[in-house]
T-cell receptor, first 112, second 118 residues
């Protein structure tokens, strides 16, 4: 079946540190891949996306590359800020317009 | 663009009571989704609509759950005879669905309704 696996949290980093949150997936067909972010007390916000192999999604200094050969979509940021503290969700969409399948989320805490 | 709106934000109820949640999608979006999120987990799909037609329902959606989108605009999710296991965040999302354009299938989420069943 279709599934998403994320690295477990919480991840605690100091400000300006490099961030990697691993995400791997299992899917039939050719999924689109997404990273959503959830700040405390808020709903999910789309952070970035990639719709085909080798696409790189980027936004607000975050990047992720769709790697079909390793079925991965790891999230990276070169220098995190305290304001990046949130829960990050990797998700895939197999059927266009259908349901998103989410990973379990990775909590990031950035200390000053 | 006013975003996806959900009401209420919080609901506390006693076991056995019925509850109803409302979702107002982004106005031009024809697809509307419901998800459930429990603490420490990612959202799990419940059901989705294209216009007023309910196109898919998860096995998570027991017969105590019913969702409607009567005029293809707002949607309601009703839970009958609530159980403590129903306690969760219920999220609504909408998208401008298109089978020909992957970029249009981006789902935008509301802030959710947090249900606590005592």
């Amino acid at each position: 079946g279709n599934s998403v696996t994320q690295m477990e949290g919480p991840v605690t980093l100091s400000e300006e540190a490099f961030l990697t949150i691993n995400c791997t997936y299992t899917a039939t067909g050719y999924p689109s891949l997404f990273w959503y972010v959830q700040y405390p007390g808020e709903g999910l916000q789309l952070l970035l996306k990639a719709t085909k192999a080798d696409d790189k999604g980027s936004n607000k200094g975050f990047e992720a590359t769709y790697r079909k050969e390793t079925t991965s979509f790891h999230l990276e940021k070169g220098s995190v800020q305290v304001s990046d503290s949130a829960v990050y969700f990797c998700a895939l969409l197999v059927n266009q317009g259908g349901k998103l399948i989410f990973g379990q989320g990775t909590e990031l805490s950035v200390k000053p | 663009d006013t975003g996806v709106s959900q009401d209420p934000r919080h609901k506390i109820t006693k076991r056995g009571q019925n509850v109803t949640f409302r979702c107002d999608p982004i106005s031009e979006h024809n697809r509307l989704y419901w998800y459930r999120q429990t603490l420490g987990q990612g959202p799990e799909f419940l059901t989705y609509f294209q216009n007023e037609a309910q196109l898919e329902k998860s096995r998570l959606l027991s017969d105590r759950f019913s969702a409607e989108r009567p005029k293809g605009s707002f949607s309601t999710l009703e839970i009958q005879r609530t159980e403590q296991g129903d306690s969760a965040m219920y999220l609504c999302a909408s998208s401008l669905g298109s089978t020909s354009g992957r970029a249009k299938n981006i789902q935008y989420f509301g802030a959710g309704t947090r249900l606590s069943v005592l």
